[in-house]
């Protein structure tokens, strides 16, 4: 079994940054209730696949480190759209998304021991908003996942697999109407603080 991250990483929104919760704006882009959670969207397949797409492009286009949201398409699934936080600050982002996608991303989150992820979960609060009206989010406590990396990339360094504890608070968007829209993100615990205020371009079926 490949060994446990030796340095427990922080993140933000992490679209996924992304992913990583179960949040509502309805298929209109309303935003405002909690939505059902879509088939096999357990809080370990969110976080583990959150991870392991962030840790899926190096340091210099990492959607995570990434200041203007120009690689915010790197590397996503058919079947969701994962957004990004921050290694902390704020960050400003433009992205453009399909028509059709949910939208999953950690308002705050980390990856680490079992302890210190009840730890973090102690203190973690976030919220967001999608055209200026409250998203509910949920609260994903420890659960074990397998997080695949490549070469350099800024989350576990390294290629190949590895198991951790991750956790968090999540929200997942029903898919957007096509037209522009504003999303903020802002979580913290204790010390650390993330954040990014998202333009979303919701492209047509025919711009898709």
């Not at 209109?28 to 370990?44: W, Y």
């Not at 997080?147 to 991750?166: C, H, I, M, Q």
Request: proline fraction near 6%; charge should be negative; glycine fraction near 12%.
């Amino acid at each position: 079994m490949p060994s446990r991250f030796a340095t427990p990483l922080l993140l933000a929104v992490g679209l996924l940054t992304g992913c990583a919760g179960a949040q509502e704006s309805s298929a209109e882009g309303t935003g405002r209730n909690a939505s059902p959670k879509p088939a096999g969207s357990s809080a370990e397949a969110i976080q583990g696949r959150w991870w392991t797409w962030a840790a899926s492009e190096g340091e210099s286009t990492n959607p995570v480190t990434d200041p203007t949201g120009k690689f915010c398409d790197r590397n996503q699934p058919e079947d969701v759209w994962f957004l990004a936080g921050t290694f902390g600050g704020t960050s400003q982002r433009t992205c453009e998304v399909p028509a059709g996608r949910m939208l999953v991303f950690p308002l705050v989150n980390r990856v680490g021991s079992e302890a210190v992820c009840k730890e973090f979960m102690a203190t973690a609060e976030g919220g967001a908003t999608l055209d200026g009206k409250a998203v509910t989010p949920e609260r994903m406590e420890e659960n074990d996942v397998a997080v695949t990396g490549v070469v350099g990339n800024p989350l576990t360094g390294e290629e190949g697999t590895a198991t951790s504890y991750a956790c968090g608070i999540w929200v997942r968007l029903q898919p957007l109407r096509p037209g522009r829209h504003t999303l903020t993100i802002r979580g913290s615990s204790g010390d650390f603080h993330t954040g990014v205020d998202y333009t979303l371009i919701i492209k047509t079926e025919q711009q898709a």
